[in-house]
């Protein structure tokens, strides 16, 4: 036997024993529910033994990832459970337990104390072979275990990283709780891995403090919570709430879409100054004197009695609903002092409650605010111009069931419910990926969820929208203060290879100047390919670029600017390629076909990126979108294109200057313009088309009003 074939069978009598020990302590907690005295104390025991179950992880699975010999001869295993001999002696430690820091804190630069870290390659709990590392030895952490690992094909699935956490992600994972711990980085660094791996141990070491239930993490889109779903679980802790940025207040309708200047003042944080003025004006004022009809008769309440009982509603520290509550009870005092029956007159001083101040919804006083050019004039305070006012109104839907929502109206509603009903649900950890294209108000709606600690994820040069960053103190100006903030970046690039970064690393000197590039660990399989074509075969060559790595096994992802979706979605259904669509929260088939904006954080095989330069054009920080669908491959990149490539020069789209109305234009006129246009729709295109005609119309009208939409090229 070769001394490594003898190693590896050493090896494995351990991994045995560990596992009969595992399988013994499972046994034991199955039985222990029957051992209880009464039912009471059998369910206790059941939820126990099933937690404990949990924590010893899946029966196949094995039972280490890795082994650490310290200098002082001591060694132990390190795997994602706690197991232990019958005598309760550790024969493997979990990965977030204090004891295991040694495997990822130690590295050839600053060893602390460990001679060797071997690392195991398992099926199931059979080893199938060993890495050694002795620290001493090595200039440079390589760990071939890491780059087997970031070879390893993609799904629709983010798997956790815990058998190859690196030194300095470990350093984030175990990071001090109390504080806004800001992970930057360029991208595929694994910030958003180590967040989450953060979450776990997190939860481990201060599981006295705080549960999963305890903890928020806050994505940018559907998509990405899914993508991100499994690992948490994977690593033993279910019952983190996950949501999307737009799922974090009322669930409403949603879908309406509106100019990007609009959305861009509903983002602002002066926005939160109008909605607590729009519904502070919502107050009534009280008569001279009211009369109230009680029990037949008709009490008088005299004004300034009930002025005055409002002036103390309105100034107690309590939110809207609270008030409210609190002025019926005043109000009723006022009509027992007057009549000298407790609880006289209940309908008569509700409905006076009513009218002084009136129940209101989040959604109810939205509408009304933004339907009403008095109302939005009124709540403006000087902190708005005329032409925002008039940018903010909008005719709502005849009825409020009907109302649809825009992404930027989104946090308004959540400001309003938490103006009207107080502070609702507050996390002990709450985690923001994708942070810095997040608006002052939805930075708002994630900070009113958090008790102080933060971990906010995020790289400035993939920062695009209407909220594109250059710092970071302007995302951390409105999350919470209780505790310090730290950025800290991490600088190797696990996810992109050096053929695909080296296609985008030029756009970010364009893109974001002073953001360093990534240092890149790997190679991939292939040069970057570049397919340059006609534009009647742009959309045909990108889906048979696709179809070939899909066939190859890959999991592809063909990133597409707007105007080339409905011509690619045409010759996927013309090749008969089934693929999936992240804005239907799909991804999972073989070919996935995403927006730019839908791309971050999400990482595929091979991508495919068509027609740069409208990626570029279609936002005002157009290179970084493109240095974004650069960036998403583990393995291939295509890029398939009618002009340049990589165009540093290309035009990014314009910042929308914020139109004046135009005065000589009335609604009026508006809504004659609308008959004669929907007349015309109705004569020429069959029902089925009509919104694809509509939505075509709202392409070609450009966002600014001013400058001239070019035609569909299809
Ligand atoms: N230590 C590691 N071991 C194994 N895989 C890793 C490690 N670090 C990162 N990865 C992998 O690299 C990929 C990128 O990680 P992640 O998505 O967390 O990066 P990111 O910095 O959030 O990227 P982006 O900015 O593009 O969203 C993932 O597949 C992740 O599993």
């Known amino acids: 036997m070769t001394s490594r074939a003898a190693d590896i069978a050493a090896e494995q009598a351990y991994f045995d024993t560990a596992a009969a020990h595992r399988d013994r302590r499972r046994d034991h907690l199955r039985q222990l529910p029957s051992a209880a005295a009464h039912s009471g104390a059998a369910a206790h025991l059941r939820r126990y033994a099933e937690d404990a179950q949990r924590a010893l992880g899946a029966a196949d699975e094995a039972v280490a990832f890795g082994r650490v010999d310290a200098e002082a001869g001591d060694s132990l295993y390190v795997g994602r459970h706690l197991i232990r001999d019958a005598e309760g002696e550790v024969l493997v430690v979990n990965w977030h337990a204090p004891a295991a820091a040694g495997w990822f804190a130690a590295t050839p630069e600053n060893p602390a104390g460990v001679r060797r870290k071997r690392a195991f390659t398992c099926t199931g ?36 990283i815990v058998a190859t956490i690196q030194a300095a992600q470990f350093a984030l994972v175990r990071a001090p709780r109390d504080q806004v711990l800001v992970i930057e980085g360029g991208p595929g660094t694994g910030k958003s891995a180590v967040a989450l791996h953060r979450v776990s141990w997190l939860l481990f070491n201060h599981r006295e403090e705080m549960s999963a239930a305890d903890v928020l993490v806050v994505g940018p889109h559907p998509t990405f919570v899914r993508y991100i779903g499994q690992v948490l679980p994977a690593l033993g802790d279910d019952g983190v709430e996950l949501r999307d940025v737009g799922r974090l207040g009322p669930d409403v309708p949603r879908g309406r879409t509106e100019p990007d200047g609009v959305a861009r003042i509903k983002g602002e944080a002066r926005m939160a100054g109008l909605l607590a003025r729009a519904l502070d004006a919502r107050v009534g004022v009280p008569d001279p004197a009211e009369r109230l009809l009680v029990g037949g008769r008709f009490v008088t309440l005299p004004g300034a009695q009930v002025a005055e009982a409002l002036a103390a509603v309105r ?6 609903a ?10 009723a005092a006022l009509v027992t002092a007057r009549t000298g029956v407790a609880g006289a007159g209940a309908d008569a001083v509700g409905n006076l409650t009513e009218r002084l101040w009136p129940q209101q919804t989040p959604t109810g006083l939205l509408r009304g605010l933004l339907g009403s050019t008095a109302r939005l004039r009124a709540a403006a305070g000087g902190e708005f111009t005329a032409a925002e006012v008039a940018a903010l109104h909008r005719r709502g839907a005849d009825r409020l069931s009907r109302e649809t929502w825009s992404a930027a109206d989104l946090p308004l509603l959540d400001e ?3 103006l009207i009903d107080g502070p609702g649900r507050r996390y002990a950890h709450v985690v923001v ?7 002052p108000m939805q930075l708002r709606a994630v900070a009113r969820r958090s008790e102080g600690s933060l971990t906010v994820v995020g790289d400035l040069a993939q920062s695009t929208g209407s909220w594109a960053r250059d710092s970071w103190d302007e995302v951390l100006a409105h999350l919470p203060t209780v505790h310090p903030a730290t950025v800290t970046a991490l600088r190797y690039g696990y996810r992109v290879p050096r053929q695909a970064y080296a296609t985008a690393a030029p756009l970010l000197p364009v893109a974001a100047p002073g953001v360093a590039p990534v240092e890149v660990v790997r190679d991939g399989p292939a040069e970057t390919g570049v397919h340059r074509v006609g534009l009647a075969e742009l959309a045909g060559r990108a889906v048979a670029v696709a179809r070939e790595h899909a066939e190859a096994g890959r999991f592809v992802g063909v990133v597409c600017p707007p105007r080339q979706r409905r011509p690619v979605e045409a010759a996927l259904a013309a090749n008969g390629v089934a ?7 799909e991804l999972g088939g073989a070919v996935n076909l995403i927006s730019p904006q839908e ?7 091979a991508v495919v990126v068509v027609e740069p330069v409208e990626i570029v054009a279609s936002d005002e920080r157009g290179h ?10 583990t393995g291939h990149l295509d890029i398939v294109c009618t002009g340049d490539p990589v165009p540093l020069d290309a035009p990014v789209r314009p910042r929308p200057p914020l139109v004046e109305p135009d005065v000589a234009f009335t609604r009026r006129e508006a809504h004659r313009l609308a008959e004669h246009l929907a007349g015309q729709l109705r004569g020429a295109a069959p029902p089925a088309f009509w919104a694809d005609v509509l939505a075509e119309i709202r392409e070609l009208l450009p966002a600014d009003g001013v400058s001239s939409g070019r035609p569909a090229d299809d």
């Not at 970084?624 to 491959?633: D, E």
Request: charged share 35%; proline share 1%.
């Open 125 to 160: 709990n059979t080893i199938e072979e060993l890495t050694d590392t002795i620290l001493a030895e090595i200039a440079e952490a390589v760990d071939a275990r890491l780059l087997a690992e970031l070879a390893r094909g993609r799904t629709g699935s983010m798997r956790d």
């Open 315 to 320: 100034a107690a520290a309590l939110p809207y």
């Open 322 to 331: 609270g008030r409210r509550r609190l002025l019926r009870d005043r109000l």
């Open 416 to 418: 309003l419910a938490h």
């Open 433 to 439: 990926d994708e942070a810095q294209d997040l608006s």
């Open 579 to 585: 693929w999936s669509s992240a804005d239907r929260g």
């Open 599 to 605: 791309a971050k954080g999400l990482e595929f095989d």
């Open 624 to 633: 970084r979108l493109l240095y974004v669908a650069l960036t998403r491959t």
